[in-house]
């Protein structure tokens, strides 16, 4: 197993269970570091993440989390892969749906906004 798809077990792990919020096994801070240190890393665990929850139970704390903290720094780099992988996948559509545009361009914006929609 990589350890992009442990860091996402730990993270559906955490933020499904209320009580390891903010205790030292949360993982945030080891998203936080990799979104920092790695583009490609950090946009791998976002997607383990969308591809384990099925259920959404993370979408919206993902999406105001390490996704919106990845998209503010690389999404407007990554707007082809971003696009491209949302049009297979409904979960990373779903997180899209979610994240807020806050420090991210009009025009890269509108591109989210457009690959967030169904197909």
Excluded: C
Excluded at 4 to 33: C, Q
């Amino acid at each position: 197993m990589g350890y992009e798809k442990r860091i996402a077990e730990d993270w559906l792990h955490t933020y499904s269970n209320d009580d390891e919020v903010g205790s030292d096994r949360d993982p945030l801070f080891i998203m936080e570091t990799a979104i920092e240190a790695n583009p490609s890393t950090s946009w791998l665990i976002p997607l383990e993440i969308i591809n384990l929850d099925i259920d959404g139970l993370t979408t919206e704390v993902l999406a105001f989390g390490p996704f919106a903290s990845w998209a503010y720094h690389y999404a407007r780099d990554w707007i082809e892969t971003i696009e491209h992988e949302a049009r297979d996948n409904r979960f990373l559509r779903r997180v899209l749906r979610e994240l807020p545009q806050n420090s991210i361009d009009e025009e890269t914006w509108r591109r989210i906004e457009f690959a967030s929609l169904e197909p």
